[in-house]
Every structure is written in structure tokens, then in C-alpha cells.
């Protein structure tokens, strides 16, 4: 009997919502291990790896790799999947656009260190140990991986060839992403596996959606009681659907709440959080400063909303260093 | 992913002789107004801060805040843009778009640890290259006191040190 194409799962700054993607897949899951050997799953088989190391290069088909990469591990276990894997895939937000745990670049390394470890409500820590890459104690040696001052995506990283969106990707976004792999008819190389529209297009609501559109105000969803029917973004919701790339099938929209994003943009944009600003903006009612002021105030968190699962793959990628936000604004405007 | 664009940061390199700082400005110009109020600016001898490099846009409300981004992250220390007074615009309706989009985006920038102050939206009509030279020299001044912009270079994001 042919040996089977081996694939692996990794994961590295992440929630393991992905992982739970791959048991999402339910009686499909059946046809992948019929399909495919799973050489390496740490959430799930017992695989180490020095077993990966003993490899030989370039053997596994195709490793789903999912989270962003903080810290010295993570890049070296990147680079290591890299060199065993014909395909390295980037499953999910986190390792396509540096995901939730990217947001951390509006801090830098010392302040998360800092609120982790010493100042969070939860946290017991009477001596205010941080971590360290070496801590010697009885004559033994424990060692720490590092931790980079910026999050970064995997292809800031390694070499990828291919993007699984969504936080996490549907099952039948994986099932269809492990089928084109299979098929040997490979999309072009850097492709995002997913349909390349709007997830408006293929929104349940669009017929509601109207041809123009003023807001005076955004609410959240807390705050409103939503009509299940309506187009989110005309009952003045924040929905990143007109940013964001669609193939979801909009499940949270079904659910009756806007989309956060997390398929990332379509081909055509490179920075999803600019694309979303310069749509929601245009849509504000008033001519004066003060009044479009007073509507873009119901905005209160702009980054953390238009970036929620892509401030690592921005144009900005991260805060500036060098704080410059109390720096004085004497032009009036 | 790949930069088209080289990047065009003031830092310092060793062995390269330091100039003293001249702020970089990258002007987004409507075709139809400011464009033309730096054309007469020019065309009338007025002197002013050579800062500046204008991109022609068709109108303020083509600026995409990705362009200003963009000229952000390869090195420009400030943005500004020029669009027709309100009323004015020749398709009706961009510059106001032009404007909302600006209010938001200064918000954005001030939390990404940017100043403000360095994007700048302002209305010059074609007939008024004065304007446009006061505004330029201000500018220029303004940037010039905020110092350069020194955003974490791409390249040391990517190929980062490790300690804790």
C-alpha cells in the first residue's frame, strides 16, 4: 500500500479554537486520517519534538500551522515545520494576520510583562518575579524561551505558502483547504484559501442593506436591541463585513451579531483596518468637525475594533515606540 | 509580504555623515484646487519649505487612509492633505468624506503612538498659492518640532533581538 501524505497541526500564540476547528470537522474528520498521516498534533497525540527533528526534510506534505509568533520557541518550532513541510500553511487569524494576541503591539514587551505578572487583579506574586531566559536554583538550570518585544504573523517569520482565515476557519473552510491540497492542483503560492469577495456579498441580510447610508451614531451591541432581518450597519452596528473577506458563511452575523473581522481582508486591500476606517467614516452624517466628532465618539476603541485580529500584518504593524501621544497639538486641527 | 517601496527612514547609520533634520512631507493634492494653488505657488516665484512631495490625487476624497499609512511606514515625518474649500468640491460630496475620514484617522493615529499633529487636512482653492505657501512653511515648522518620526523600522520588527 502507497504511504500516505503526511500533514501536521502546530500551534503558537493562540487560543486552540483552531484545533478545535479539526474536531469540528466531526464524520469528515474520519476521511482525513483515512487520507492523510497525522505525524504531529502536541494538543492531541504525543509526539515530541525531537521526533519532528528526526525527519527527514521536507517529508510532511503539509503542516496547518496556527498562531502568531511571541517568542523564541515559537519562531524556532516556525522554522524547524518549515523545513520538514513541502507546504507550510498559516491556519487560522492569529498566524495569518497576528490574531487577538497582536493586539499586544499597542504595548511593549516590559508594560505586558509588567500587567501579567505584578499588576493584574488575579495575579499572587510577593517577590515581583518576571520571567527569564535562565534561573539558576539548587545547581540545576531552568530555562525560559525569549520574548520578543512584537508579535508578528508567520510569514513575517518563515516562508508560507498558503492562508486558512478565520478565528477560527470554519470546518468546511479546512475540509475545502485539505481537499485542494489532496487534489495535487495547488492554487498559486501565497494564496488565502477562501473565497476573494466581501463578506457582504455573501451576507444573508444584504438585501437590507440600503444604497446610502448616514449614521449619527454607533451603537454596540450591548447597547440596541438587534432586528434579526436588518442590515447590521444600518441599525448603526459596527460590522466589518464591507472589510472583511467573506466565506465564513457569516456565522456570526446568524447569530445576530456583527462581524469582527477575522478573515482579514480581500486581495485588493492590504490593510484592513485603513479599508474599514475609510468606509464607516464615510457614512458619518455632518459637515463640521464638532458634529462628525460628536458620531465618531460612539467609536470609543478604533484600533481595537478595526484591528481586532490584524494589527501585526498592518501597514503600521505595531505602536510606535517612541510615544509621541502627549507630544502638544498646537495646530487647531 | 514584499515592499515595493524602499524605505526611506532617517536612521541613523553609522559612517553616514549626519544632516541636520529636514522633515519629510508627503502632500496628497486634489487635482482640482490645491494641485493648482501649488502650480501657481510655482508658477508665481513664491519661495517655501521644499519638503514637500505632492502625489496628485483626483480629489481628497481619493485618499485612502491606507496611502497616508503607507507614507507613514517608508519615512514620510508628515501627511498632508489638500482638497477644495467645503461647497467646492468638483464631485460634490468628496472632500466631506475626505474630512470625516481625517477626524478618525488623527484619532487612530494618536493610539498607534503617532502625534496627530503630523497628518494635516487643509482646504486651498486654486486661486490661493499664498495659502498654500503659509501652510507649507507651517507645516514644515510644525513637523520640524516634532522631530523626525521613528517608527521601528520594518526590517528590525522582522529580524528581532531577544531578551527578557
Known amino acids: 500500500m502507497a504511504e500516505k501524505p503526511k500533514v501536521a497541526f502546530y500551534w503558537c500564540a493562540s487560543c486552540g479554537g483552531c484545533e478545535e476547528t479539526v474536531v469540528d470537522l466531526a464524520e469528515a474528520v474520519l476521511d482525513v486520517v483515512a487520507a492523510v498521516d497525522i505525524v504531529f498534533w502536541p494538543v ?17 506534505l503539509a503542516t496547518f500551522l496556527n498562531g502568531a509568533i511571541r517568542t ?21 487569524s492569529c498566524s495569518h494576520l497576528g490574531g487577538i494576541p497582536g493586539l499586544a503591539n499597542l504595548f511593549d514587551r516590559d508594560s505586558v510583562l509588567q500587567c501579567v505578572y505584578r499588576e493584574s487583579p488575579s495575579t499572587v506574586n510577593e517577590s515581583g518575579a518576571l520571567p527569564c531566559l535562565h534561573y539558576k536554583d539548587d545547581g ?38 485539505l481537499l485542494t491540497l489532496l487534489s495535487g492542483e495547488l ?20 438585501e437590507s442593506k440600503p444604497e446610502s447610508l448616514s449614521l449619527s451614531q454607533f451603537k454596540r451591541p450591548h447597547e440596541v436591541l438587534i432586528d434579526e432581518e436588518k442590515c447590521l450597519l444600518a441599525q448603526g452596528l459596527l460590522c466589518m463585513g464591507p472589510a472583511t473577506r467573506g ?28 479599508k474599514i476606517l475609510s468606509s464607516l467614516a464615510s457614512l458619518v452624517e455632518g459637515k463640521e468637525d464638532a458634529e462628525i466628532d460628536r458620531t465618531l465618539a460612539t467609536i470609543p476603541d478604533p484600533v481595537g475594533s478595526f484591528y481586532r485580529y490584524s494589527l501585526p500584518s498592518s501597514m503600521l504593524r505595531r505602536r510606535n515606540l517612541v510615544d ?8 487647531a486641527r | ?51 514637500m512631495r505632492v502625489v496628485r490625487v483626483m480629489c481628497s476624497g481619493r485618499v485612502d487612509p491606507q496611502f497616508v499609512l503607507d507614507a507613514f511606514a517608508h519615512g514620510a515625518d508628515g501627511v498632508l492633505i489638500g482638497g477644495c474649500h467645503p461647497g467646492d468640491c468638483h464631485y460634490q460630496e468628496g472632500n466631506y468624506k475626505a474630512l470625516r475620514r481625517y477626524r478618525l484617522l488623527k484619532r487612530m493615529l494618536g493610539q498607534m503612538g503617532i502625534a496627530p499633529e503630523r497628518l494635516r487636512l487643509e482646504w486651498i482653492s486654486a486661486s490661493e498659492a499664498e495659502r498654500f505657501r503659509t501652510v507649507m512653511n507651517d507645516m514644515v515648522e510644525h513637523v520640524r518640532a516634532l522631530g523626525p518620526l521613528h517608527l521601528t523600522p520594518a526590517e528590525e520588527i522582522l529580524a528581532e533581538e531577544v531578551t527578557v
Request: hydrophobic share 35%.
Open chain 1, 44 to 60: 492531541a497525540l504525543d509526539f515530541k519534538r525531537k521526533d519532528v527533528e528526526a525527519m527527514a526534510d521536507g517529508v510532511i
Open chain 1, 72 to 92: 523564541t520557541e515559537q519562531e524556532e518550532m516556525a522554522h524547524l515545520l518549515r523545513r520538514k513541510s513541502k507546504l507550510l500553511l498559516a491556519f487560522g
Open chain 1, 140 to 177: 540545576h538550570t531552568v530555562e525560559l524561551p525569549g520574548f520578543h518585544q512584537t508579535v508578528r504573523t508567520l510569514s513575517q517569520v518563515v516562508d508560507v505558502d498558503y492562508y486558512v482565515p478565520g478565528c477560527p476557519p470554519t470546518p468546511r473552510i479546512l475540509r475545502t483547504a
Open chain 1, 187 to 206: 492554487p498559486p503560492k501565497g494564496a488565502v484559501l477562501a473565497p476573494d469577495h466581501a463578506l457582504c456579498e455573501e451576507c444573508p441580510r444584504k
Open chain 1, 247 to 274: 466565506g465564513c458563511e457569516a456565522p456570526c452575523i446568524q447569530g445576530n451579531m456583527p462581524c469582527t473581522g477575522c478573515s482579514g481582508p480581500t486581495s485588493r486591500v492590504r490593510d484592513q483596518g485603513a
Open chain 1, 324 to 331: 509621541e501621544s502627549n507630544c502638544q497639538t498646537t495646530h
Open chain 2, 1 to 51: 509580504m514584499p515592499d515595493a517601496m524602499p524605505n526611506l527612514s532617517q536612521a541613523q547609520r553609522p559612517g553616514v555623515e549626519q544632516l541636520p533634520f529636514e522633515p519629510r512631507i508627503v502632500a496628497f493634492l486634489c487635482n482640482w484646487c490645491t494641485y493648482l494653488a501649488a502650480d501657481l505657488a510655482g508658477t508665481s516665484r513664491m519661495k517655501y519649505a521644499p519638503n
